[in-house]
């Protein structure tokens, strides 16, 4: 009975070892000044203001606790470069020092507030921290922080957030506290004049608890933020802490997205794994400095080529310079499961009015205007105003339409009465950059290959009659 009862409680141990909660945010404040380091001091701590490299000067120190801010002491003759900016306490004084040179002094005993050095760091927790550039270039680049726990389990916990951490602390009681600061970023995709570069100031400081509750560790084929009960917790992949209870979790990638509603239990992982069927989507660089944007999404500068779900999305490609307005035209576009889709916008749009042409059946067809191939339909482009000449071009069926497109307005191909005069032709393809316009039709390799072969044959054919005439008469 004695073994049995030892075992038992060894096992409620381990298990009582095994079970820990999770960090949840109960507190926010910005703090209007990036925050380098943070200053603890028994169950009180003090984040360290800085702007890198730049010349500043603290105003304010916030003393706080895990609850929250309990005091607030005014600072002045404190000017510097803040990264060299230090908190002690000498002397039953707080002393805020400049290099080794104290700056400003203020007594406990004024302050009010229990301060002393006397710190135990949690033996069963290590926080982590790194983050991207105080320099960027958008869109390529993002600005990003993130905080790794680990706990004495060998369980990681991940934080994100959307400036570069600055601190990272553990309390004695386990309570994390979290600082950001700012960045600097230049708009690749604006025209120079308007592309930096810009400051935005951090000094976010954040306070989570340690609450009961389990993970969820999310995945997907293309890179798609997560939604947890209405809020974005970064981008797949990622590990995510969330309280006990029911939970609506949903994927999004561009405009689509895959709803999952989940109960999470005490030290409990879900996964899930959300699969979208894909194809793809290139932009050609026919107007220099375009940028790109899908579904309301930055993405770079064209020429590029994206993976995308599949289904109907909202392609925005804007232009201009230094010298004039910019233009941002608007394309509706399909994409379809492992294919290619392409859109070539007109070089005359730079300079020219425009209006758009609609083409919605038949579905998954390739269409030329004007030699520039756009793919697949349903479709709306954007085109110069005026006279266009319209191939669609789908199995082994071409279609030539004459249309003119007027200001702002749309030109619907085919109409009710179709127009369209036939062309033989045949388009096969997936890729539409295979395709080849001729004066009167469309020709792909595999139609060549065709043609040539029937005109061997043909040849033959020739030759054989030409025999047959040659034996009759010598008969």
Known sequence: MRKIALFVLVSLLLL???????????????????????????????????????????RVLYIFNGSGVVKKIPVKDCQGECDLFTIDIVNNSLVIFYLTKPCFSEPLLKIGVNLTKNYTLPEDIRV?????????????????????????????????????????????????????????????????????????????????????????????????????????????????SVPLGKHRVVVRAFNQQQEFIIFVKENQTHTIEAIFKTGYLRVAETISWSSV???????????????????????????????????????????????????????????STYGYIEVDSPKGAIVLVDNYI??????????????????????????????????????????????????????????????????SHIQTNEQMNTLHYLRILFLIAILYLFTLLIRRKQS
Not at 132 to 152: C, D, F, H, N
Request: aromatic residues 12%.
């Open 374 to 439: 756009y793919s697949y339909t349903p479709l709306k482009i954007p085109v110069p105003t005026g006279n266009h000449t319209v191939l669609i071009s789908f199995g082994n069926n071409t279609k030539e339409y004459k249309v003119t497109v007027e200001r702002f307005k749309t030109a619907k191909i085919p109409k009710s009465r179709d127009s369209g005069v036939s062309i033989t032709s045949s388009v096969t393809s997936s890729k539409p950059s295979t395709i080849h316009r001729t004066s």
């Open 16 to 58: 009582s070892n095994m079970v820990n909660g999770v960090y949840l945010q109960v507190e926010h404040y910005d703090l209007h000044g990036d925050i380098c380091s943070i200053a603890i001091f028994g169950n009180y701590f003090i984040p360290v203001g800085c702007i890198e490299g730049r010349w500043d000067e603290f």
């Open 128 to 240: 982590s921290y790194w983050g991207s550039s105080r320099i960027i270039t958008k869109p390529r680049e993002e600005a990003y922080g993130v905080v790794e726990v680990v706990r004495q389990n060998g369980i990681v916990e991940t934080l994100r957030f959307e400036q570069p951490v600055g601190a990272a602390v553990i309390l004695s009681d386990g309570t994390l506290v979290v600082g950001t600061k700012g960045y600097t970023y230049f708009a690749n995709d604006q025209p120079m004049d308007n592309a930096g570069p810009f400051d935005v100031v951090g000094g976010h400081l954040y306070i989570y608890k340690d609450f009961p509750g389990g993970y969820l560790n999310v995945s997907s084929n293309i890179g798609a933020d997560i939604i947890v009960d209405g809020v974005n917790k970064g981008i797949t992949p990622a590990f995510i």
């Open 293 to 351: 944007k899908i579904d309301g999404v930055k993405i770079g500068r064209a020429p590029i080529e994206v993976e995308l779900p599949v289904g109907n999305h909202s392609v925005t490609v804007g232009f201009g310079s230094w010298s004039e307005d910019w233009k941002f035209l608007v394309y509706h576009v399909a994409v379809y499961e492992n294919k290619t889709s392409v859109i070539t916008p007109h070089h005359w749009l730079r300079n």
